[in-house]
């Protein structure tokens, strides 16, 4: 199902799943370039209790957060030039010390990408004000 949401309505989600998100959660944001993935992930951060103001991470790999539980690393995979560079990321250690673990683009890690625990898509609507959020897995 393929909800269609303002960029209020979108933050709003984003924040919800983020309060209820369980610890050592895995993350992955797909969608077109444009689509929404970093308003989403911010909005999520904020839901786990991060205050700083995020920045898109798409020049860093990794950014991290302190959340409400610990930190919450967010990852854009945009800028990875082969799915090997992502062998050089430490997943389990991050998995192991993040609350969370949010990934944009995580296609780009091709294999080295462990298991997610939820699968999200975002998507462009004729719409221009709207974006389609679907839960993947
Ligand atoms: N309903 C909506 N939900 C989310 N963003 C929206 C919506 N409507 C308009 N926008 C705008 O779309 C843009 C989404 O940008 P964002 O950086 O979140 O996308 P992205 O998927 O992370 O892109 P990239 O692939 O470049 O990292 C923002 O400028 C936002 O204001
Ligand atoms: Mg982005």
Redesign the pocket.
Known sequence: MVRS???A??IAAGEALGRGLEPGALLTLE???????????QAVSRGLGVREPAT?P?YALVHRYAGRRGPVFHL?C?RLRSPDEAADLDWQGLLAEGDAVIV??PERAGAWLPPPSHRLR?THLPD????GLEVLG
Do not use: H, I, M, N
């Open positions: 949401l303002t960029e309505e979108l969608g077109e370039l444009g689509a929404g993935k970093t308003t989403f992930a898109s798409t854009d945009y944009e683009w975002l221009p004000d709207r974006r």
